[in-house]
């Protein structure tokens, strides 16, 4: 087994001898070990052994033993803000190293294993650092002035809330490295990250760039492991609390783990988001963007906009013009600039996709553009695939396929379509294309904790990233997300009027 070749040495390095990171020592895991693959060719890269639920309890203890000992507390804000500073400039001098490892064993297009999972979560980083400094709106420390019924005044202390699993997903890594261990550390608390056994090489390189950063020994943590692992990590009586990305049926078992100690749990699960066609917008001007961004990474994203909403009087046109993008679409090789459409992660996780569309054209849904696979020997390829005659209660349009899956469908008038839009369990995010006004409007009846309008824009760092419904509880980024890993504590005494 071996990498491709097309890993730098330096990006070798990074991953050499992936292990578990333990208190500052690096250590095989003590279980089977999972093969790592490479999507786009199906070729096994490497073997790495797994962690044992003891190692993992080991983490759990070195973060617990850090966080109380007050190796990272004790540091000044402004200590904590330059270490994670210098993490930020690890990663943006190893960009392109952890680009290429990230298109090696995910499968990610690198174009956006570029933007959206590298620079993107560099400058969050960046953004986290500077509150690691700043601290919390209202500062650490709050003074409360005399309330006039209760008679006392006091004060509102804010400060970490302690150990936090970090529990991350394969798709977009980066990103949840830093909007998970990266804001507990910029808290002041300590972490255990454990990454998604299907990429576990990009945790190795962050974890390594954190060490280089100067993050002291116990304070950031690395896991490699499965279910049983991450079981000790939801339910030991060291971890305060529990931050994970992934699937809901994974999602609830976390939950339910995390209960038998009341841990805090912060979850970003599914999506089954709408992208909105308003009256009078013409469906040549959306349908190539509308289409691009569900496709992008093959669909593997929680906030795909997965369901068109169109006029019904554009309709035909509507699917006449998907049927030209997507043939337009490349499906292909993800080390390629210009490929649109990379790998999906597993064999067996297309299968399930396939499954999801054979079951819809069983069904009686119509093929309107793209389906079927491409003419690609190796690797888990399968074209893009947009689906028509279905009706909104079809499994195809309530449940998350996670794979370039789209479906259109037609509405008749606003009030139906909101209520269209509104028809899922989920609500992560949406989009609407349309006038300004007229779009905003509709924005506010979406259930949804995120609607961009005509395309919107990047994630913001500022702004609390979340989702309505079953897609999660508490947010990742913002104030919010910063607060979610806070404890607050009222210290009030009486003041005499």
């Known amino acids: 087994m ?27 895991g003590l279980e089977a070990p999972a093969t790592v693959f490479d999507p786009a060719t199906g070729d096994a890269l490497l073997d790495v052994p797994m962690a044992s639920p003891a190692q993992a309890q080991l983490a759990v203890d070195a973060a617990r033993n850090a966080f109380d000992d007050g190796r990272w507390t004790g540091l000044s804000p402004e200590d904590q803000s330059r270490v994670l500073h210098r993490l930020a400039d690890l990663m943006r001098d190893n960009r392109d190293e952890l680009v290429s490892i990230f298109v090696q064993e995910g499968g990610c297009p690198k174009s956006l294993a570029e933007s959206l999972n590298t620079d993107l979560p560099i400058e969050h980083l960046r953004w986290l650092a500077d509150k690691a400094a700043a601290g919390p709106e209202g500062g650490w420390v709050q003074e409360l002035d005399r309330h006039p019924w209760s008679g006392t005044a006091g004060l509102l202390q804010r400060e970490p809330i302690g150990v936090v699993s970090s ?4 798709n977009v890594p980066y990103i949840a490295y830093v909007w998970k261990a990266g804001a507990a550390l910029a808290a002041g608390c300590t972490t255990i990250i454990m990454p998604s056994p299907r990429v576990p090489l990009t945790a190795v390189a962050f974890t390594r760039l954190a060490e280089q950063a100067g ?14 692992a991450g ?61 691009h961004r569900l496709f992008r990474n093959a669909g593997q994203g929680c906030a795909v906009t997965s369901r068109t909403f169109v006029p019904r009087e554009i309709y035909d046109n509507y699917a006449e013009l998907a049927a030209e993008v997507v ?30 569309v054979q079951r819809a054209i069983s069904g009686g849904a119509k093929i309107l553009a793209g389906g079927g696979r491409p003419d690609i020997e190796k690797g888990y390829f399968m074209n893009p695939v947009l689906l028509g005659n279905v009706q909104i209660t079809d499994e195809i349009c309530q449940e998350e396929q996670f794979g370039p899956v789209g479906v ?19 609500g992560l995010n949406a989009n609407i294309w349309g006038e300004h006004d007229e779009a905003v409007k509709i924005a506010m009846k ?11 824009g990047p994630l913001r760092p500022d702004v609390s990233f979340g989702g309505y419904k079953q897609s999660g509880n508490g947010t990742e980024m913002g104030e919010r997300g910063f607060e979610e890993f806070l404890e607050y504590k009222h210290i009030s005494w009486p003041v005499p009027s």
């Open 167 to 170: 529990l991350c997903p394969y």
């Open 215 to 228: 993050v002291p020994p116990g304070v950031l943590n690395l896991i490699l492991g499965g279910p049983e």
């Open 327 to 356: 043939a337009e679409m490349k499906v292909g090789d993800p080390w390629e600039d210009d490929t649109w459409v990379g790998p999906l992660i597993r064999a067996e996780h297309r299968d399930r996709v396939e499954g999801f």
């Open 2 to 28: 071996s990498f491709s070749p097309r890993l730098s040495d330096k990006a070798q390095l990074l991953i050499e001898k992936p292990k578990c990171f333990i208190d500052g020592s690096w250590q095989d």
């Open 231 to 291: 079981k000790v990590l939801t339910e030991a009586d060291g971890v305060d609390m529990v931050t994970f990305t992934g699937s809901n049926a994974v999602g609830a078992m976390v939950t339910t783990q995390a209960a038998a100690s009341a841990k805090r749990v912060v979850l970003e699960l599914g999506g089954k988001s709408p992208n909105i066609i308003l009256p009078g917008v013409s469906a040549k001007d959306v349908v190539s963007a509308s289409l």
């Open 408 to 426: 259109l469908l037609p509405y008749d008038s606003l009030d139906e379509m909101i209520a269209l839009a509104n028809n899922t369990r989920y």
């Open 446 to 456: 979406i259930n949804s904790g995120n609607v961009t309008i005509n395309g919107g």
